[in-house]
C-alpha cells in the first residue's frame, strides 16, 4: 500500500523518510494469525524497575575526620541538647558539641536510625511512584515474525543509516522515529482493516469494533480470566481514532517525547513472548494532550491488530522490600526454625505475587516490619519474638519454643493475618441420588493437604491430579484464589508408627494446573495455572521433629531462574539444587497460561 499525503498529512522529514519502500509497507493487508491470537491473556508483567534513586550514601553527618570525639561530659551535654533533657550548653553548635559520633556502637542508637532511614527511603519510592503515573507509560509489544518487532528494527536500521549516509535530511531523534513508526504503522493496519470486509467480521467475533465501525475498549476480568467489553468507555469511530492517530503523530517533538525505547536491547531474535517498550511524556503544557489521548488509548481494542497492549505504570516499590527478604537473619534462641521457616515462605510469596499483580493487597506489617534496611553493612539477627506484633499473635500458640509442623502453625497463623490473597476454598463433590453432593470442605487459608500418589518418583502435577480425581470424591478450589499453599503429606501413621515419605518430589516444571470447579452444583472442572513461589523443606522423622528451611524461588519481576535457601543466623543464600525428598509445603502463586 502506497502512503498518500492526503490522509497522513507527512511532514517533509516524514515524506523523505517513508516515501520509499520501507518498513510501513511490510504488510499489504491484516495478518490473519494476528486476528486469530487469543485474549486470554492478563495484564502483562513490568520489568524490574529501577530502585536505586533515593538511596541516601550515608556519609553525611559524619563529621570532619580530625576534630576528635568529645569528651564523655561534653557529649553527654549535647546530647541531653538534642533530646530535650537537662540543661542547655552554652553554645550546642560547635563542632566539637554535635550529635553522638557515629562510633556510638549502642544497639538500639543504630536500630533507631536505620529504621528511619528505611522508612525514608520507601516514603521516597513512594513520592517517586506517585510522581511516575503522571509521566510514564508501557506498550507491550507480542514477539515474532509476524508481530511489530520486525517492523521496529527495520526503522532503526533505516533511520541509522540515514544518519550516516544523509545527515542533513533527518533531525529526528531515534525515539521519535520509532514512536511515528508505530502510529504510521497503526494508522495504516486500521485502514486496512476497515476496508477489507473479511478482516472486519473477523474484528466484530473478537469484540474489537461494533457494527457502526467503532472500536471498543477492552478490561481484564479477573474471575473469569479473560479481556471483556468495558461499557463504561464509549466506543470510538474509526474516523476519529484515525485522526488522533494524525494528530498525535503531528505534535509529537523531542521535548513532550522524553522517552520511548525497549526495555531490553531490541533485536528480531528475542525469545521472550512480549517485549516491554516505555514511554515517558514531558510534564510541560504541550505535553498534556498528549498524555491524554495516550491514557484514551489504554485498553483500546484497535491495539491488538498490531499485537500491542497499552497499560500505564503501576505503583511498586515492593523490590525493596523483596531485597530485603534475602537480607533477613532469624537469630533462634531455642527451636524457632518452623516459625522462620514459615515466615520467608509467606513474606516472599505475597511479595512475589503483588510484584506481578497490584490488586494483590501488601503484607502484614508483622511481616514487613521485620524486613532490615537495605544498607551496604551486614544484618543484625532478629529475634522475632522480641517484636509486640508476634507476640500479639503467638499468644494463643501453645509452647512456641517447642519444635511444631509448619503446616498447622499456617492454619494458626493464615487466618490471622486475613490475607485476601489467600481468600477462597476447596470442595470435594460426588453424584448422589437426587443430585451432586459435598462431601468435604475447607479454606485456602489453610494448607491444602494433598495425598501422594504411589510410584518410584513424585511430580507436583501428578499429586495435584491424583487429589482432584479420587475414588470417591472430586475435588477442586471454588474459586482462583491468587495464592494457595499445599501440604504434602509426606506422614503416615501405620499402627502407632510414624512414617516418612523420602522420595523426592518434581517441581522444576513452569506450572501447574489447579482444578477449579465451574459452578456451584456441577462437577466439571476447568483449571486454573499456577506458578512455585516457595518451598519449605523439613528433615527429621516427623514433622513436629528435626529441622526447617525454606526454598525462595524467583520470579520473572525479580530474580527470575533463580533459587535461594534459608536458615537460622543467616541471610538466604543462592542454590543450585532443589532438596527434592525434603520438601513438605509448597507456596504457588497464579500466573497466566503459558503461551498465554
Known amino acids: 500500500m502506497t502512503l498518500c499525503a492526503d490522509p497522513m498529512e507527512l511532514d517533509e522529514q516524514e515524506k523523505q523518510f517513508w516515501a520509499h519502500a520501507g518498513p510501513v509497507k511490510r504488510e499489504q493487508e491484516p495478518r490473519r494469525d494476528v486476528l486469530h491470537q487469543t485474549e486470554q491473556s492478563k495484564r502483562q508483567r513490568l520489568a524490574p524497575q529501577d530502585r536505586n534513586k533515593g538511596k541516601g550514601k550515608g556519609t553525611k553527618g559524619k563529621g570532619k575526620g580530625k576534630q576528635g570525639l568529645p569528651s564523655p561530659s561534653s557529649a553527654n551535654q549535647v546530647t541531653g541538647y538534642t533530646n530535650g533533657f537537662g540543661s542547655h550548653p552554652p553554645n550546642p553548635w560547635t563542632q566539637t558539641q554535635d550529635l553522638q559520633p557515629l562510633g556510638n556502637h549502642d544497639p538500639d542508637w543504630m536500630e533507631y536510625r536505620m529504621n528511619r532511614l528505611s522508612q525514608l527511603v520507601l516514603r521516597q519510592e513512594q513520592i517517586i511512584s ?13 514477539s515474532g515474525p509476524e508481530g511489530m518487532v520486525p517492523v521496529l528494527c527495520e526503522a532503526a536500521e533505516k533511520w541509522r543509516k540515514m544518519k550516516e549516509e544523509e545527515p542533513e535530511k533527518i533531525t529526528y531523534s531515534l525515539k521519535l522515529m520509532l514512536f511515528k513508526q508505530l502510529l504510521i504503522t497503526l494508522h495504516q493496519r486500521l485502514t486496512n482493516m476497515i476496508a477489507d470486509e473479511d478482516a472486519l467480521a473477523k474484528a466484530k467475533n473478537l469484540n474489537w469494533i461494533d457494527d457502526q465501525k467503532h472500536w471498543k475498549h477492552l478490561t481484564w476480568n479477573p474471575t473469569k480470566q479473560c479481556l471483556e467489553v468495558d461499557n463504561s468507555v464509549r466506543p ?15 505534535a509529537v517533538t523531542e521535548e513532550t517525547l522524553v522517552r520511548f525505547k525497549s526495555m531490553r536491547k531490541l533485536t528480531t531474535e528475542v525469545t521472550s513472548d512480549w517485549i516491554q517498550f516505555q514511554i515517558c511524556m514531558s510534564l510541560r503544557p504541550e505535553g498534556g494532550a498528549m498524555w491524554s489521548t495516550l491514557n484514551q488509548w489504554i485498553g483500546q481494542a484497535s491495539w491488538h491488530t498490531l499485537g500491542c497492549r497499552l497499560r500505564r505504570d503501576r505503583p511498586n516499590y515492593d523490590t525493596l522490600v523483596q531485597e530485603a527478604v534475602l537480607r533477613l537473619i532469624f537469630h533462634n ?16 510469596t505475597i511479595l512475589q505475587a503483588r510484584l506481578h499483580d497490584a490488586y494483590i493487597s501488601p503484607p502484614p506489617q ?29 499468644q494463643a500458640w501453645p509452647s512456641v519454643h517447642r519444635q511444631h509442623d509448619a503446616a498447622e502453625l499456617l492454619q494458626y497463623l493464615l487466618p490471622r493475618f486475613s490475607h485476601s490473597g489467600f481468600n477462597g476454598g476447596w470442595e470435594a463433590r460426588n453424584f448422589v441420588p437426587g443430585g451432586i453432593a459435598t462431601l468435604d470442605k475447607g479454606p485456602t487459608q489453610a494448607p491444602i493437604p494433598i495425598a501422594l500418589p504411589v510410584g ?6 501428578a499429586a495435584i491430579d491424583g487429589w482432584s480425581a479420587q475414588v470417591t470424591a472430586r475435588y477442586a478450589l471454588l474459586n482462583p484464589s491468587p495464592m494457595l499453599c499445599i501440604q504434602l503429606q509426606r506422614f503416615t501413621n501405620a499402627e502407632g508408627v510414624m512414617r ?14 489447579m482444578p477449579l470447579f465451574t459452578g456451584l452444583h456441577t462437577m466439571q472442572v476447568r483449571y486454573v495455572h499456577y506458578q512455585v513461589v516457595a518451598v519449605q523443606l523439613h528433615y527429621g522423622a516427623t514433622p513436629d521433629m528435626g529441622h526447617y528451611r525454606t526454598i525462595l524461588r524467583g520470579q520473572p519481576l525479580f530474580g527470575a531462574e533463580k533459587w535461594w535457601i534459608t536458615d537460622d543466623s543467616c541471610n538466604a543464600k543462592p542454590v ?11 507456596w504457588l502463586r497464579q500466573v497466566l497460561p503459558p503461551g498465554a
Open 456 to 461: 518410584p518418583s513424585l511430580e507436583l502435577q
Open 576 to 586: 543450585s539444587t532443589e532438596h527434592d525428598d525434603n520438601i513438605y509445603i509448597v
Open 500 to 513: 516418612r515419605d523420602t522420595r523426592p518430589l518434581v517441581v522444576a516444571s513452569t506450572t501447574v494446573r
Open 236 to 250: 470510538i469511530p474509526a474516523e476519529d481514532l484515525l485522526a488522533q492517530l494524525v494528530q498525535m503523530r503531528k
Open 366 to 394: 508483622a511481616l514487613t516490619m521485620l524486613c532490615p534496611p537495605i544498607t551496604d553493612s551486614p544484618n543484625c539477627p532478629i529475634q522475632v519474638l522480641h517484636s509486640v506484633p508476634w507476640l500479639m499473635l503467638l
Open 130 to 142: 506517585a510522581i511516575r503515573q503522571d509521566l510514564v507509560l508501557y506498550l507491550f509489544v507480542r
Open 333 to 348: 534462641p531455642s527451636n524457632l526454625c518452623y516459625l522462620h521457616s514459615t515466615i520467608y515462605a509467606l513474606l516472599w
